[in-house]
């Protein structure tokens, strides 16, 4: 079975600019969520998707946004990029639902904004 | 979100075992313990999980305390493969939140030759 893939694996952007990253997670996992990692903060939760719909978010500002499409892959969306911005975006996919499944994670988009 | 605490850091011999520690006095009956590691360069990588009882897998052991406000995660031989930081996680799995992981800022394991 393939693992979760991230696109692009590297990026860099210029502040204001904005950038979208993608998710392909294993097959016949219904649910994505995405992470931001960075040295200062650590990884935190970002949101969650499940069958197309925004299930659960964390606390970010609104120009971070995300999307699901009907075959599981997810798109995360950054406006107006800020230098703090710059980090380790990672997603994990799993089968969703109330039981304690285990996320499997990619490899990660490493951001870098200017 | 229930926390939990870690040792910063541990040390260790390669091939001897390995016990970490993480406390969470604040758990609640829905949560369950969940162990991941994140090697240098990679994505976080689950460990093993757990509710009640001890659990083994072919990564690793969990053993949980009887009143469940502490859990120890066990590598019985440590390679070098196993430098790491690993985290100890609680996932309330009763409602929608039930695949947020909350990091906090784990252990870093290293092993030594």
């Known amino acids: 079975k393939a693992g979760v893939t991230q696109t692009p694996r590297y990026l860099i952007k210029t502040r204001g600019q904005q950038v979208t990253l993608s998710c392909s997670p294993i097959?016949?996992?219904?649910?994505v969520s995405w992470y931001q990692q960075t040295p200062g903060q650590g990884l935190q939760f970002l949101f969650e998707?499940?069958?197309?719909?925004?299930?659960n978010k964390g606390n970010f500002p609104g120009r971070f946004s995300g999307r699901q499409f009907s075959n599981s892959r997810s798109e995360m969306n950054v406006s107006t990029l800020e230098l703090g911005d710059s980090a380790l975006y990672l997603c994990?996919?799993?089968?969703?639902?109330?039981?304690?499944?285990?996320?499997?994670f990619g490899p990660g988009t490493r951001l870098t904004v200017t | 979100d229930a926390k939990t605490t870690q040792p910063n850091s541990m040390e260790s011999n390669e091939e001897e075992p390995v016990h970490l520690p993480c406390n969470h006095s604040?758990?609640?009956?829905?949560?369950?313990i969940h162990w991941y590691r994140q090697l240098p360069s990679q994505g976080p990588e689950y460990v093993i999980h757990?509710?009640?009882s001890n659990v083994n897998n072919r990564m690793a052991s969990l053993a949980i305390a009887e009143d469940r406000k502490s859990s120890t995660l066990i590598l019985h031989r440590a390679t070098l493969r196993d430098a790491a930081v690993y985290y100890c996680?609680?996932?309330?799995?009763?409602?929608?939140?039930?695949?947020?992981?909350?990091f906090g800022q784990g252990t870093r394991l290293t092993i030594n030759p």
């Open positions: 994990a996919s799993s089968h969703g639902g109330t039981t304690p499944y285990e996320q499997y």
């Open positions: 097959s016949g996992h219904r649910s």
């Open positions: 998707y499940f069958s197309e719909t925004q299930r």
């Open positions: 604040t758990i609640s009956g829905t949560d369950y």
């Open positions: 757990g509710l009640t």
């Open positions: 996680i609680l996932r309330d799995v009763a409602g929608q939140g039930a695949q947020k992981l909350v």
